[in-house]
């Protein structure tokens, strides 16, 4: 498996950069889920509003992928009421532990690997799941990106990996 050298950012909250490449990863973790969401049980099965966090984080930072893991999950639920009011702390929960994970492997690693990403996708799901069980108190529904959302996990590791490779070759 090939690793490539990885150019990464650590944006910081003063440079504007950060905000707007924010702003950008919100916008696509605004309509992927759209688009996921004209499938039934969409959203469930692709875990859409965490694609772009990951990348945001592994390519630009930690920071810039905070913002994006805070404000896709708010921005989506004012503007469309998804995700419900119900989950989005587990949800908001997921999204930070994902940017804090891709952020600090691409910052220790500093290569770009599928099996990182997956890694990155692992730990995120796991520490998440354990979060959302404690919040839901229903052990059931905690473990639904286990049962159901796989082929989302997949997404983000495969998907990721092609994405951030590309904007590695710009």
């Known amino acids: 498996m090939q690793t490539k050298a990885l150019r990464l950012y650590s944006l910081d909250y003063k ?3 950060t905000y707007i490449i924010a ?4 916008v696509g973790n605004i309509v992927l889920p759209q688009v996921c969401h004209l499938i039934p049980q969409g959203g469930f ?3 859409p509003i ?5 990348i945001a984080a592994y390519k630009y930072g930690w920071k810039a992928g905070l913002l994006t893991a805070v404000l896709s999950p708010l921005v989506n639920h004012v503007l469309f009421g998804m995700p419900p009011l119900a989950v989005l702390p587990a949800i908001l929960t997921k999204s930070v532990f994902l ?3 891709a952020g600090l492997a691409a910052s220790y690693f500093r290569k770009l690997s599928l099996p990182i990403l997956a890694l990155v ?3 995120y799901q796991v520490f998440g799941t354990l979060v959302e069980w404690t919040i839901l108190g229903d052990f059931f529904k905690a473990v639904q990106d286990f049962r159901i959302g796989i082929p989302g996990m997949l997404l983000q590791v495969f998907g990721g990996y092609a994405v951030i490779r590309y904007l590695l070759k710009r």
């Open 23 to 26: 702003m950008i990863f919100v």
């Open 15 to 17: 440079e504007a950069k």
């Open 45 to 47: 099965i692709f875990l």
């Open 50 to 54: 965490y694609f772009f966090t990951l």
């Open 99 to 101: 940017a804090m994970a």
């Open 121 to 123: 996708v692992l730990a």
